[in-house]
Structures are given as structure tokens and as C-alpha cells.
């Protein structure tokens, strides 16, 4: 049995996964989704990979997604554990020595313009799931925009990146050519928006389970 460590993005939460979870549990697996301290502004990268560590506890065989934002947090877990795996899923990949705030112009992001925010996140997502998660979003002021990614190089864990076909935030060509040019290697794709594992947690499932 392997144990998903899954950690939300940006301004989010444990609930994002509260659909995703059980799908894993389902197939004979096991998973931790905390709230990342994003609304306490004494707390960095080092508080964020704590708290997921404290979730784990004693698990030994931990396979870390990182969702979104959670991709800062997502892989220096897996090489503090070390993980059997590493997943970004619609997820931000750091460069050494990269601050989060200093990511998207580095990586060339262009923000999407006049959409609503269910349309940036949630596109197919039905209407009071996508409104529950906007209602579930925090603020996020913890001090970890500025803080360097402290990592020499990418952990050294076989890692795996997912991207969302109908993601209108990342899109699917901006996620590939950042896989390409920080990993080196191409793209798994699933259906879904951003915010996929409220929307398809079964295939997303399925794949996590499929990388064992």
C-alpha cells in the first residue's frame, strides 16, 4: 500500500482532494491532504513541508503530488523523505535557488484574461462543486513568495508531470514546454480543467495508480 501525500495549491486546502482521496483509498491505497499553515505570515516553505510530514507520520512508502502552487511544497518533500515518486499534477516545477513569486515571469506565464474565476479554474466543473470550491479558498499570506527554493537541483526521485487538457490557468502547451525545459521530459494529459481532481478524480486516480 502506498501513501498519496497529496498537497493543494495556492490559496487552498485539504478539501480540494476531498473527492480524489477516496478514489485511492478505493484502489487499496492510502492518502494525506492537510491544510498547508497558508493564512499564518510566520510561515515558509520549511513550515509547509512540516506539516506534511507530520500528516505522513510513520508512512514509508509516500508517493508526493503536488497540485498547482503545491509543487514548491511537493518536491522538497519527496527529497526530504525520500519519495518513491514525485507528481506534479497542473503543477508549478522549481529551478534552484527560485523564489515562487519569481516563477511565473522566469518561466514566461501569461495570465489569462477576462475570465471569471471558474472559468480560470473550474471549466466543466458543475456549478455548485466549482462555487463550494471558491467558497473553500483562503487567503494566503504566508512568506514563501520570497523565499529561495533551496534545493541544489531536482530531487533525484522518479517524478511525473500531468497536465489538464481543458486548463485554462496552465495551459497545455505552457505546461509541456515547462516540463521540457526544467524535467526534460514530456507530459501525462487527463481531462479536466486546473482544478482537475474535483472534476475527474476517478481517471486521475487511475493514473496516480498506474506510476506504482
Known amino acids: ?103 511565473w515571469g522566469n518561466t514566461g506565464f501569461s495570465s489569462p484574461e477576462g475570465l471569471s474565476e471558474i472559468e480560470r479554474f473550474f471549466t466543466g466543473v458543475p456549478l455548485e462543486l466549482a462555487e463550494a470550491g471558491l467558497a473553500h479558498g483562503r487567503e494566503q499570506v504566508s512568506k514563501e513568495w520570497d523565499e529561495p527554493w533551496p534545493l541544489a537541483a531536482h530531487p533525484d526521485v522518479p517524478t511525473r508531470v500531468v497536465l489538464c487538457r481543458d486548463d485554462r490557468f496552465f495551459t497545455p502547451d505552457f505546461q509541456r514546454r515547462v516540463a521540457r525545459e526544467r524535467l526534460g521530459i514530456e507530459p501525462d494529459e487527463v481531462d479536466g480543467p486546473h482544478c482537475a481532481p474535483l472534476s475527474h478524480p476517478v481517471q486521475i486516480a487511475d493514473l496516480l495508480v498506474s506510476y506504482l
Do not use: C, N
Not at 500500500?1 to 478514489?23: K, N, Q, V, Y
Open 1 to 103: 500500500m502506498t501513501t498519496f501525500a497529496l498537497i493543494h495549491g495556492g490559496g487552498g486546502s485539504g478539501w480540494d482532494f476531498h473527492r480524489l482521496g477516496p478514489e485511492l483509498e478505493a484502489r487499496g491505497h492510502a492518502f494525506v491532504a492537510p491544510d498547508l499553515p497558508i493564512t499564518d505570515p510566520a510561515a515558509g516553505m520549511s513550515s509547509f513541508v512540516d506539516t506534511v510530514l507530520a500528516a505522513l507520520g510513520d508512512a514509508s512508502d509516500v508517493a508526493v503530488v503536488g497540485h498547482s502552487y503545491g509543487g514548491f511544497t511537493a518536491s522538497l518533500v519527496a527529497a526530504k523523505l525520500p519519495a518513491r515518486l514525485l507528481v506534479y499534477l497542473a503543477g508549478m516545477i522549481p529551478a534552484p535557488g527560485e523564489q515562487p513569486g519569481q516563477w
